[in-house]
């Protein structure tokens, strides 16, 4: 998280606000020609930790060969239409200033190459978290942090264009991480060594999951990169630099809680293959809570001091970035309690009707914000209209959940969405009594940090816990203690 921070600031004064928002622009154009790959992670995924859960090794390794293939085919795709729809939309109806369309084509050119380096790795990597390996996922996201700060330092160091640099430094590290991934698993997982293999009824079933997964994947793209393009055609690069900034923030923040369901995902799916839908409940809700908590921790403080934060990460502020920032983390907040209704849904395979439903309820992200636009509203709107519909999407996620396998609503209302609520305003009505009454400054800072991780974790415990679960912490804490005083005896007993 603090390499990431320094990062994005580093590149920010490097780069220069207009040219930040040219990167985070162009190459966001990429990412909505990403939506065949992203479908396909998910699919990946599912099926992995599918086959896991059914013991059945040969299954996991056709399956890893024939999407592997899949993979291939869609990496063509993708760089036709990135060389053809997406080159003339950026020469013809970007909103790039006067003497950096050369640069931008040079960004997109090396976005196009960092995509698909990315895109072989998702195999990879869905292989490791279907394994559960979350030791070595840890270490290659450690190593790609720091990879991603070392180039970052040496852009101040050659006589050549920064935008251009960067993109190509990027590309560097995406290569990197990618043969990381390859050579751990090769290593580790006698599945992941590739050989040509074709089966039409897996290949339809695959394809069928992720076809209708892809309406999904769509809405989510249009939510976030066609608003980015949106606001670029009403109001410039400037405004694409403070909603870049405020995701950076948004992304360093929710890693932590990200990070925590995707070791937490693959189980949802296990428990589902193996038919313990109680088990797979009790998970859903547990993890449904704890990212929010962990989120929500992490995520106070800033919503509290962000323009000092901001004001001392960053030696200039775009104009909007504190409020974007506000509302972007609010919005994750919310969509980090979906996160494993989602795997829930996913792991069924039936996702026809889900997809429909909910990824059409997200698809009115862009009329919406386009019609408030026109209308002359701000651009902090467009994230406004996202929080609303993801508040709307959560109980949409929840009432398919009931059809679909019977999940019990009610009881995951009174036990994770009540409780959250409580916990939230309890939590932020103390730190913000404390907060208004601080002088400004670091010290006031660290004040509500240190006071926001030990009264939400009071609340928590108190609070958002089962009695079942208050007895597991304690257990835990009680044996790492145990295990604490047998070590500091036996190196006394060693000397």
Not at 239 to 244: H, L, P, V
Not at 476 to 484: D, E, I, R, S, Y
Request: net charge positive; with cysteine.
């Amino acid at each position: 998280m603090g390499v990431s921070l320094y990062s994005v600031r580093i590149v920010l004064n490097s780069l220069g606000p207009s040219d930040y928002g040219i990167y985070s622009v162009v190459g966001g154009i990429i990412v909505m020609f990403s939506f065949l790959s992203s479908t396909m992670a998910a699919a990946s995924q599912r099926f992995f930790s599918f086959a896991l859960g059914r013991g059945d090794f040969d299954q996991l390794k056709k399956l890893f060969s024939l999407t592997m293939t899949i993979y291939v085919i869609i990496g063509i795709i993708i760089v036709v239409l990135a060389e053809t729809i997406g080159l003339w939309f950026l020469n013809s109806k970007m909103n790039i200033p006067a003497g950096r369309i050369h640069a931008a084509n040079w960004v997109y050119q090396f976005a196009i190459l960092s995509f698909m380096m990315t895109m072989f790795t998702i195999p990879y990597n869905a292989l490791i978290i279907a394994h559960e390996q979350m030791e070595a996922f840890a270490y290659i996201s450690i190593i790609e942090a720091v990879l991603k700060l070392l180039i970052v330092l040496l852009l101040d160091f050659f006589h050549f264009d920064k935008l251009k640099l960067y993109a190509l430094l990027v590309f560097c590290v995406t290569t990197i991480v990618t043969l990381l991934n390859r050579t751990y698993c090769r290593k580790r997982f006698s599945e992941s060594k590739l050989s040509f293999y074709w089966d039409s009824g897996m290949f339809k079933e695959v394809i069928g999951y992720s076809g209708w997964n892809l309406m999904g994947t769509i809405a989510v793209l249009i939510r976030d990169q066609g608003t980015n393009i949106l606001l670029n055609l009403f109001f410039g690069t400037l405004i694409n630099a403070a909603r870049g900034i405020a995701f950076q923030v948004n992304s360093v923040i929710s890693q932590f809680s990200n990070n925590f369901l995707v070791s937490v995902n693959p189980q949802i799916v296990k428990y589902y293959a193996g038919g313990k839908r109680e088990e797979m409940f009790s998970l859903v809700f547990r993890s449904s809570k704890f990212a929010f908590f962990l989120l929500f921790t992490l995520s106070l403080p800033v919503l509290l001091e962000t323009k000092f934060i901001l004001s001392v990460w960053l030696k200039s502020l775009p104009d909007q970035v504190v409020l974007f920032t506000r509302l972007i983390i609010i919005n994750a907040l919310i969509d980090s309690v979906s996160i494993p209704l989602i795997t829930s849904a996913l792991a069924t395979g039936k996702i026809r009707r889900y997809q429909i439903i909910v990824g059409g309820i997200m698809l009115l992200n862009l009329p919406i914000s386009l019609l408030l636009l026109k209308l002359g509203f701000p651009a902090y709107i467009t994230i406004c209209v996202a929080i609303f519909i993801s508040v709307i999407n959560l109980f949409s996620r929840l009432w398919m959940l009931k059809e679909m396998i019977q999940f019990p609503v009610i009881e995951y209302l009174k036990k994770v969405i009540i409780r959250i609520l409580i916990i939230a305003f309890f939590a932020y009505f103390i730190i913000w009594t404390l907060q208004v009454r601080l002088p400004a400054g670091f010290g006031k800072l660290v004040i509500i940090t240190i006071a926001d991780i030990l009264i939400i974790t009071i609340l928590v415990y108190f609070l958002g816990m089962s009695k079942i679960e208050r007895h597991k912490v304690k257990q835990m804490v009680a044996g790492k203690l145990t295990q604490a005083r047998l070590s500091k005896k036996n190196n006394k007993h060693n000397r």
